[in-house]
């Protein structure tokens, strides 16, 4: 069935960096767009990032534009989020999220979430 | 930029139908999903372009959207269905959720 598991979040001080990783399984990866979601403890989902099935185009937050890289291995099967200049508002669980067509239009299947503080 | 509102919460006694809305500039132009998410769980989809139901989820659940409004209408209302519901659509390239709402069953 298909699976997402992110990995990589952790503790990290404000202006510091921290990659995301996500493994997927279940599906042909390199046919699907995946987006990254995240949720700051007890508030709503906030869209991310995405990236087309090839990488070809990709779309960010305003929130995290300039700061935030997203991007895929088709030949390894990994997804990554690589977070520069992180902020306490970064703070929150990061969901890894398969979309149901190769360019964009709804989440089919979510991971479990990785937690990223982000705190001195 | 493109803002989708929902109301925070929502209130259905057992057995009864619940509809939750989602308010948005012309959002009948756009294809509108629904997701559920239950306290520490990921998020599911509930409803994709409108109206559409993913394999596995009941047929209680149903969308609709025109003009400014979309709604998800969930009928003979479980326990089970008390969750979060958040919507979701894409605006340009973005993707935009509303604030989502809280759904208790009474």
């Known amino acids: 069935q298909v699976q997402l598991v992110e990995s990589g979040g952790g503790v990290v001080q404000p202006g510091g960096s921290l990659r995301l990783s996500c493994a997927p399984s279940?599906?042909?990866?390199?046919?699907?767009?995946i987006h990254w979601v995240r949720q700051a403890p007890g508030k709503g989902l906030e869209w991310v990032a995405f990236?087309?099935?090839?990488?070809?185009?990709?779309y960010y937050a305003d929130s995290v534009k300039g700061r935030f890289t997203i991007s895929r291995d088709n030949s390894k099967n990994t997804l990554y989020l690589q977070m520069n200049s992180l902020r306490p508002e970064d703070t929150a669980v990061y969901y890894c999220a398969k979309d149901r067509a190769a360019a964009g239009t709804s989440v089919d299947y979510w991971g479990q979430g990785t937690l990223v503080t982000v705190s001195s | 930029s493109y803002e989708l509102t929902q109301p925070l919460s929502v209130s259905v006694a057992l057995g009864q139908t619940a509809r939750i809305t989602c308010g948005g500039n012309n959002i009948g132009n756009k294809h509108v999903h629904w997701y559920q998410q239950k306290p520490g769980q990921a998020p599911v989809l509930v409803i994709y372009s409108d109206s559409n139901r993913p394999s596995g989820i009941p047929e209680r659940f149903s969308g609709s959207n025109s003009g400014n409004t979309a709604t998800l209408t969930i009928s003979r209302a479980q326990a089970g269905d008390e969750a979060d519901y958040y919507c979701?659509?894409?605006?340009?390239?973005?993707?935009?959720f509303g604030g989502g709402t809280k759904l208790t069953v009474l």
């Open positions: 279940g599906f042909t990866f390199s046919s699907f767009g």
């Open positions: 990236i087309w099935y090839d990488g070809n185009n990709k």
């Open positions: 979701q659509v894409w605006d340009s390239s973005d993707v935009v």
